[in-house]
């Protein structure tokens, strides 16, 4: 009567195992995974961890800020849902592991969502946009727009006012295509902060900007130097003596570190010579200011073929000394 025994048993461990089942208690998503089947535990915990993370952020601002915040959110979750719940996901994708890579940036962009820096409160503003291709054969990929800037929350003041609008009109006119007879383009804008200080805050935007079909992106950094004693950006004027050749002396001293830094790393850079460079270290939106000096920016395709990417080079203060102001708008380090 072996089989009989083996039977009983059998049927004992199917009862033990429906019964288990029964008592486990499967995960119930809350938010825009809820069409997902239950069971997923891991698309249930990151989606927890986005809705702390939004409550840790909120707790930080303002009530203006908490309702910008909240509203911000919203729109990202019916972005979100165009982006994972349609019939095609970026990268082709699942729909479960595009939520959980989106679940996981967002995560990432709440923590950092709101700064307290400098004396003051700075909250990320955001903007999301997915619309349907009109090339045809791209028709079952969204053209994406991500685009972010800081704000001050609780603004006091001309000057701090100023700065909130002059953070979203940057972050809005990073967001409009190189070629607008092109609409099929992704563009994702964001930044960090670099510094605020009493007469002077420093913000560093990037623009990585994808026309549908083409080779490669296009990448871009535009920093903003804003200062709030006069309440406006810094113009070359508040640095450089504009009797002295300071165009031609940044640009050779920028050169020199190019060239060095070109046959350090083997790269070809593209000007013969220092002329090459004028207009471009002329420009405000590519200095960020160092303790160490002044840092200039060159894009892929500034100064180098695309291949050899984004290059930065500072110019120390002692060598720039010749061509500053004698009162510049605010106070340099020692030089």
Same mark, same amino acid.
């Given at each position: 009567?072996?089989?009989?025994?083996?039977?009983?048993?059998?049927?004992?461990?199917?009862?033990?195992?429906?019964?288990?089942?029964?008592?486990?208690?499967?995960?119930?998503?809350?938010?825009?995974?809820?069409?997902?089947?239950?069971?997923?535990?891991?698309?249930?915990?990151?989606?927890?961890?986005?809705?702390?993370?939004?409550?840790?952020?909120?707790?930080?601002?303002?009530?203006?800020?908490?309702?910008?915040?909240?509203?911000?959110?919203?729109?990202?979750?019916?972005?979100?849902?165009?982006?994972?719940?349609?019939?095609?996901?970026?990268?082709?994708?699942?729909?479960?592991?595009?939520?959980?890579?989106?679940?996981?940036?967002?995560?990432?962009?709440?923590?950092?969502?709101?700064?307290?820096?400098?004396?003051?409160?700075?909250?990320?503003?955001?903007?999301?946009?997915?619309?349907?291709?009109?090339?045809?054969?791209?028709?079952?990929?969204?053209?994406?727009?991500?685009?972010?800037?800081?704000?001050?929350?609780?603004?006091?003041?001309?000057?701090?006012?100023?700065?909130?609008?002059?953070?979203?009109?940057?972050?809005?006119?990073?967001?409009?295509?190189?070629?607008?007879?092109?609409?099929?383009?992704?563009?994702?804008?964001?930044?960090?902060?670099?510094?605020?200080?009493?007469?002077?805050?420093?913000?560093?935007?990037?623009?990585?900007?994808?026309?549908?079909?083409?080779?490669?992106?296009?990448?871009?950094?535009?920093?903003?130097?804003?200062?709030?004693?006069?309440?406006?950006?810094?113009? @070359?004027?508040? &640095?450089? %003596?504009?009797?002295?050749?300071?165009?031609?002396? #940044?640009?050779?001293?920028?050169? =020199? !570190? $190019?060239?060095?830094?070109?046959?350090?790393?083997?790269?070809?850079?593209?000007?013969?010579? @220092?002329?090459? &460079?004028? %207009?471009?270290?002329?420009?405000?939106?590519?200095? #960020?200011?160092?303790?160490?000096? =002044? !840092? $200039?920016?060159?894009?892929?395709?500034?100064?180098?073929?695309?291949?050899?990417?984004?290059?930065?080079?500072?110019?120390?203060?002692?060598?720039?000394?010749?061509?500053?102001?004698?009162?510049?708008?605010?106070? =340099?380090?020692?030089?």
């Amino acid at each position: 009567m072996r089989w009989v025994a083996a039977l009983l048993m059998l049927a004992g461990l199917g009862l033990a195992s429906r019964a288990q089942a029964a008592s486990w208690d499967c995960p119930k998503p809350v938010g825009i995974a809820e069409p997902i089947a239950c069971g997923d535990a891991d698309l249930t915990v990151v989606e927890a961890q986005v809705a702390t993370a939004l409550s840790t952020a909120s707790a930080k601002l303002s009530g203006l800020g908490q309702a910008r915040l909240r509203a911000d959110h919203a729109a990202w979750r019916k972005y979100l849902a165009t982006l994972c719940l349609g019939d095609r996901q970026p990268g082709g994708s699942g729909v479960v592991d595009c939520l959980k890579q989106e679940y996981d940036v967002r995560r990432a962009e709440l923590a950092r969502a709101v700064e307290v820096t400098g004396g003051v409160t700075l909250l990320r503003n955001e903007r999301f946009d997915a619309r349907p291709a009109r090339i045809a054969e791209e028709a079952a990929r969204p053209v994406l727009t991500e685009i972010a800037w800081p704000q001050l929350d609780r603004a006091t003041g001309t000057a701090q006012r100023r700065w909130n609008e002059a953070m979203e009109k940057c972050a809005e006119q990073l967001a409009i295509p190189l070629d607008r007879q092109d609409p099929d383009t992704d563009i994702s804008v964001d930044y960090r902060i670099d510094m605020v200080g009493t007469a002077l805050i420093q913000a560093v935007f990037s623009r990585d900007l994808y026309i549908h079909g083409a080779a490669h992106g296009d990448d871009m950094t535009v920093s903003s130097l804003f200062l709030l004693q006069p309440a406006r950006p810094l113009v @070359a004027g508040d &640095l450089f %003596d504009p009797a002295r050749a300071w165009q031609q002396g #940044l640009a050779e001293l920028a050169y =020199l !570190a $190019l060239r060095d830094a070109a046959r350090q790393e083997s790269w070809r850079l593209w000007p013969g010579d @220092a002329a090459g &460079l004028v %207009d471009l270290v002329a420009e405000p939106t590519r200095w #960020l200011l160092t303790r160490d000096g =002044l !840092a $200039l920016h060159f894009d892929p395709y500034d100064v180098g073929d695309y291949a050899a990417g984004m290059h930065d080079v500072t110019i120390p203060w002692p060598a720039l000394g010749t061509y500053l102001q004698a009162n510049p708008a605010l106070k =340099l380090p020692p030089r």
